[in-house]
């Protein structure tokens, strides 16, 4: 316990208020962005800080929702999402327990791993690649050239040399193979660290913008990130979301369909932001554990 | 598949006599199928793209291909040296790491040590909660809500209205283009970089801070002569791990925040590849930069991990 002196408790006051002045930091924009997304015109034109909605307006709601483009983005973006992580957990954790286990040339394979963290060929060398192998405007074109993130590899290859060996082995003298000892033994007493790396690589493909800039031309394969780029930032909600304007015959006023936009793009992340956040941290915390 | 124990089987196979040098010779093929698909993963496309490099040495034409294209030697490099606009951009990507080191890099620090100075556990993970929410959004996200925030008739040029300050355009102005890229990354990251500091300070004996206080050292001294301390090995490392990444500026953000009127002060190296390479065809010139950025990173790197490995700690390999 520290000592409570009169100087030092001012400077817990004082310490306690700054720090919930940067923590509503954190939540003001959303505040903000929120309020402005359901008021009216009239509301957002009187340029006062709304920090909640004086008459709640669904109007930008409505229309994105009545967006073509914006739908089939999103179901892109949830696809991507799906399939990517599964892609990504089994190509990490089957090769994460293969170098768990020991093997003649292991070390070159981890010396293969761990090199691509120092050096990578860059973007035109990996673009052409993916050219090569045929994924140009196919969604797989932004699931496999990242299957594997060779930092999350090395850490759950980290977390599967510290399950007991003597589990292992009774179950190979039982007659288990590899495989099934893999699948049987190890995967179940993983849970907890399947659920962390899948988290992980689950907000990496929800956040993905620029693989698909790169690989992606067809618009109807745009996932969600490309599609806000332009409503917010290009600054072009109409253009961006064709097929909603035939259902309201005068759109909502922009600012308000972009901070929907926003909050919309958003809201997957901030519900499942408290497993993140228990789960994350509990992934950085293994990731600092060195040998 | 079949049950892993079968009750049933008596016989002992395990203890069949299999000689022991044929036992350790066997490939095991369970193995090897695990092996498999992360292997040809990273020979597709973590290697082969290292093949493709030979193309900053080649005028590459695609109707040509790798076979057939001219080779230039080090043409492209010695453009990359010589051209002003291409040493313009190798300057914005030092100054703007400068700055996120100067800046972004120390907040974490001061931020984990305010948090760590909080007295009760739930106030302490309420304030955790939220500094780490913004980690987790897209650069999409954040540069949108800095765009909102600030262009003419955005919330920042309202509230200066009130002071009669004139609009301010933060988006399309070289000035600001830099400091906006580093206040971005420290209201993105600073709460999330805690976490390591955190964790250094969780393993401070609590007992030094209570013989502090029997020897009359007030709160500024006992963060001064216990908390730093026990933080400074840390924070060196990480120090030197970040001095290893110079070149990396972060290609999604800066590219996201970019247009003509800021691509003076605000192409880097990573955005130069892919507009060079990609929007303007110059594949050769293009993989050429991004060697040159590789290069260095690995030499940095390296380097930074040996110095690590000198202050008794592990580096990232």
Avoid: C
Avoid at chain 1, 13 to 22: S, V
Wanted: aromatic letters at 16%; proline letters at 6%; glycine letters at 6%.
């Amino acid at each position: 316990m520290h000592f409570r002196s009169r100087a030092g408790k001012m400077f817990d006051w004082l310490n306690a208020g700054l720090l919930l002045l940067i923590a509503l930091s954190m939540l003001f924009p959303f505040v903000y962005i929120f309020s402005v997304s359901f008021s009216s015109l009239e509301d957002v034109l009187q340029n006062d800080l709304l920090l909640w909605p004086k008459r709640w307006v669904t109007d930008a709601y409505t229309y994105i929702l009545h967006s073509d483009q914006f739908l089939t983005s999103f179901w892109v973006t949830v696809y991507v999402t799906v399939v990517g992580t599964a892609v990504n957990m089994f190509f990490t954790a089957t090769m994460a327990y293969g170098l768990s286990r020991p093997f003649p040339g292991q070390r070159a394979v981890l010396f293969m791993v761990v090199f691509t963290l120092l050096f990578q060929a860059g973007l035109i060398p990996t673009y052409m690649v993916v050219k090569e192998t045929g994924l140009m405007d196919s969604l797989w074109s932004l699931i496999f050239p990242v299957a594997i993130n060779p930092f999350n590899l090395i850490v759950m290859r980290q977390f599967f040399l510290n399950i007991p060996r003597e589990l292992q082995e009774a179950a190979i003298i039982d007659g288990a193979n590899t495989l099934q000892v893999f699948w049987r033994i190890v995967l179940p007493l993983s849970k907890p660290a399947l659920a962390a790396f899948s988290l992980f690589y689950a907000v990496m493909h929800w956040n993905n913008y620029f693989s698909a800039i790169l690989y992606i031309n067809d618009p109807a394969k745009w996932p969600l990130q490309v599609v806000l780029r332009q409503i917010v930032i290009v600054d072009e909600p109409n253009a961006a979301l064709q097929g909603g304007q035939s259902m309201m015959e005068h759109p909502p006023p922009p600012e308000t369909v972009q901070m929907a936009a926003i909050l919309l793009t958003t809201l997957p992340i901030l519900v499942l932001y408290p497993f993140l956040q228990k789960y994350f941290v509990k992934g950085v915390m293994l990731g600092s554990i060195k040998e | 598949m079949e049950p892993v124990i079968k009750p049933e089987v008596k016989k002992p196979t395990v203890f069949r006599s299999v000689p022991r040098k044929k036992r350790k010779t066997r490939v095991d093929v369970g193995l090897v199928l695990l092996l498999l698909p992360g292997v040809l993963y990273f020979l597709v496309y973590k290697y082969l793209p290292m093949l493709g490099l030979v193309m900053s040495f080649q005028d590459y034409s695609p109707f040509l291909g790798f076979w057939k294209s001219p080779w230039v030697g080090w043409k492209h490099f010695e453009t990359l040296f010589q051209d002003k606009e291409s040493l313009r951009v190798i300057w914005n990507t030092l100054v703007i790491s400068f700055y996120q080191i100067l800046f972004a890099f120390p907040l974490p620090i001061l931020l984990a040590i305010l948090i760590h100075e909080l007295r009760h556990q739930w106030y302490r993970r309420f304030i955790q909660s939220l500094v780490y929410l913004p980690h987790f959004l897209s650069w999409v996200v954040i540069v949108g809500i800095f765009v909102v925030f600030l262009r003419s008739d955005g919330l920042v040029n309202q509230l200066l209205g009130w002071f009669d300050i004139r609009p301010i355009s933060f988006l399309t102005s070289p000035d600001w283009f830099q400091p906006l890229i580093v206040f971005q990354v420290i209201w993105k990251e600073s709460g999330w970089g805690t976490i390591i500091i955190l964790a250094a300070l969780a393993g401070v004996n609590p007992g030094l801070y209570e013989a502090a206080v029997i020897d009359g050292a007030n709160r500024w001294q006992q963060m001064w002569y216990i908390t730093l301390p026990a933080i400074r090995n840390t924070i060196i490392i990480l120090l030197i791990l970040r001095l290893g990444t110079v070149m990396d500026t972060g290609f999604e953000q800066i590219f996201l925040m970019l247009n003509p009127f800021t691509m003076e002060v605000g192409n880097v190296l990573d955005t130069y590849v892919y507009y060079k390479g990609i929007q303007q065809g110059d594949v050769s010139f293009a993989t050429a930069v991004g060697l040159f950025k590789g290069a260095v990173g690995l030499v940095l790197v390296v380097i930074a991990n040996r110095t690590a490995k000198r202050f008794g700690q592990g580096g990232i390999y």
